[in-house]
């Protein structure tokens, strides 16, 4: 069965300080993999999105992630966080080509807190 | 980037009531939609995946006499809690699946529900 795995629960950083936040997935096949963010009081937005090409991916407010197949990690990064990037991050992977009513996988999401 | 709605925000009920929760797509046609539930610090748990004039499906351990789904148009989804428990409080999402090529899954803003 397919699974999602974010390493860090909780990240704690000082503003400018980088990001990487890693997650992992359990899938033989081909699949597309997201970022999305929950800011405080907010709905889920996405950030990013892997489906084909380039493995590494620009998304909005400056992150950035690496599709590494061969580890079947998809880690999201940023040079320089902000206060306002204070949030939960989750990962999450789709078998590709399923469809629109195949389910995303969700890994258990990370808490990140910037102190200004 | 397509709006997802849901109604109410918040809603605070008995126990033993009934209360419905509306899912709109507000400018695409949704075949597909979903619903979650979101605890504290944790991740989504998917409840089930709704097609547009059929069944829904439902994940493993959701009680679907307890929680009925009704997508009844492309652009609505509804979930009802039926015989409300305290345990069922909780936040409630549901998405909207986007068709090709993106299959993109776009989300409400959640509804808080508390059974006293």
């Known amino acids: 069965a397919q699974s999602v795995s974010q390493h860090n629960h909780h990240v704690i950083l000082s503003e400018a300080a980088s990001l990487e936040l890693g997650c992992n997935y359990s899938y033989g096949g081909t699949v597309n993999l997201f970022w999305y963010v929950q800011y405080p009081g907010q709905h889920l937005q996405l950030l990013l999105k892997?489906?084909?090409?380039d493995p590494l991916v620009k998304g909005i407010k400056g992150f950035e992630a690496e599709f590494i197949k061969s580890k079947f990690s998809f880690n999201l990064r940023k040079p320089s966080v902000q206060w306002s990037d204070t949030a939960e991050y989750f990962c999450?992977?789709?078998?590709?080509?399923?469809?629109?009513?195949?389910?995303?996988?969700w890994g258990l999401g990370t808490s990140l807190a910037v102190n200004p | 980037g397509a709006v997802v709605s849901q109604h109410p925000s918040r809603v605070i009920c008995k126990s033993g009531t009934s209360v419905k929760i509306e899912c709109r797509s507000l400018d695409f046609q949704a075949t597909t939609m979903f619903w979650y539930r979101q605890f504290p610090k944790k991740s989504l748990m998917l409840m089930a995946t709704s097609n547009e004039g059929s069944k829904a499906t439902y994940e493993q351990g959701v009680e679907k006499d307890k929680f009925l789904i009704n997508h009844a148009s492309l652009t609505l989804s509804t979930l009802t809690v039926t015989s409300a428990h305290p345990e069922d409080s909780s936040f409630y999402i549901c998405?909207?699946?986007?068709?090709?090529?993106?299959?993109?899954?776009?989300f409400g803003p959640g509804t808080r529900l508390t059974v006293t």
């Open positions: 999450a992977v789709k078998e590709r080509g399923a469809g629109n009513n195949r389910k995303l996988i």
């Open positions: 998405s909207a699946g986007q068709g090709p090529p993106s299959y993109e899954q776009y």
């Open positions: 892997y489906f084909s090409g």
